[in-house]
């Protein structure tokens, strides 16, 4: 053990980034893995959905995720969760998946190969992740409106757009899509507006 704390800290800390970036790239080969398989097989949107769904449960049951990053749990113990929960509701391919991570005892990165595999399929599938704050909640026609604006900044096939509601930008709205942002609020055009009157002023 060092005597500098400081010294014994920063090699921990070290340690952890260096595991981090290993669990990333092994996810990221899992991942890739798993997208090769579900084209050759014609099941790439079956597994996309798969994947919505695994999500979905993990935000739901948080729980799940501390389960699987557990070493004290054995492994049979977190197949047999990940079993009765996933088996009978995904393709046999995904649930291939979970268990040959069960028997190579890496259940913890299997929330991190889920997003990998994610961000993959929209690459593969010409599609791009927006995001538009209003103030209120969006009707279809004008979720529609706004991913042909997102289209319009970075050329695409389809956009997944999220939504997020923000009183504080007081009207209007701010889309997101890549490097691009297009800030049209009410609380934007405001603070300019002040700005240009205290350099009037000046």
Do not use: W
């Not at 899992?30 to 959905?49: C, E, F, P, R, T």
């Not at 979970?98 to 990165?109: M, P, V």
């Amino acid at each position: 053990m060092l005597a500098d704390n400081g010294i014994t800290i920063k090699l921990g800390t070290n340690l952890k980034i260096k595991m981090y970036t290993s669990n990333i790239q092994v996810a990221s080969r899992y991942a890739k893995s798993l997208l090769k398989q579900a084209i050759d097989m014609g099941v790439l949107d079956h597994v996309y959905k798969d994947a919505l769904f695994f999500k979905k449960v993990g935000k739901s049951h948080k729980t799940l995720f501390r389960v699987l990053h557990n070493p004290i749990i054995k492994n049979e113990t977190k197949l047999a969760i990940l079993t009765s929960i996933f088996q009978s509701r995904i393709h046999p391919l995904t649930f291939h998946l979970l268990k040959l991570l069960s028997h190579r005892k890496r259940e913890g990165i299997l929330p991190t190969i889920i997003d990998t595999f994610l961000e993959q399929y929209y690459i593969y599938r010409g599609i791009k992740a927006a995001s538009v704050t209003t103030t209120f909640r969006l009707s279809d026609d004008l979720i529609r409106y706004f991913k042909n604006l997102a289209k319009s900044l970075v050329p695409c096939k389809e956009v997944i757009l999220k939504e997020y509601v923000n009183p504080s930008i007081q009207g209007g709205f701010v889309l997101r899509i890549e490097d691009q942002q297009l800030d049209n609020s009410l609380a934007t055009r405001l603070h300019k507006l002040k700005k240009q009157y205290s350099i009037a002023e000046y």
